[in-house]
């Protein structure tokens, strides 16, 4: 895994579990990799993966099942799904607003570049 210096990267590593998440390769009720396991695959410190998968379990997107390891929450997706939107619209969104008052780009030049895009792929 490349990190960035944007993000912590706890927090990145949470993104990537939570992609994962979403796109279906960690299912609800499925056991998460050990903090060592995952430490070792994205080569960071436990430390960093420990403080990941308590970030995950205080946002309900997994849980500690004593004994047995962190397992991904039942409804885990639903809440990605909706973290990831209100992130969009609180955070991400009004930076891309703002940018685009700075260069004086319109909504419909956006609407037009995002058909455009949509009829490419």
């Known amino acids: 895994m490349e990190f960035k210096d944007q993000k ?3 927090l990145q590593i949470a993104d990537h579990i939570c992609n994962m998440i ?3 390769e960690y299912r609800e009720d499925e056991r998460l990799p050990s903090v060592r396991e995952f430490a070792a695959e994205v080569e960071v410190n436990v430390n960093t993966v420990t403080r ?8 309900e997107v997994a ?3 004593r004994g047995l390891g962190i397992y991904v929450m039942p409804g885990a997706r639903e ?3 909706a973290m990831r939107r209100a992130e969009f619209f609180n955070v991400q969104l ?3 607003f703002a940018l685009m008052d700075t260069l004086g780009i ?3 030049e956006v609407a037009t570049q995002y058909d455009a895009s949509r009829h490419t792929t």
């Open 22 to 24: 979403l796109l279906g």
């Open 79 to 81: 809440r990605v799904y």
């Open 52 to 59: 990941t998968f308590e970030y995950l379990q205080q946002n």
């Open 106 to 108: 319109s909504m419909k």
């Open 8 to 10: 912590p990267i706890y």
């Open 94 to 96: 009004p930076e891309v």
């Open 63 to 65: 849980v500690s099942r």
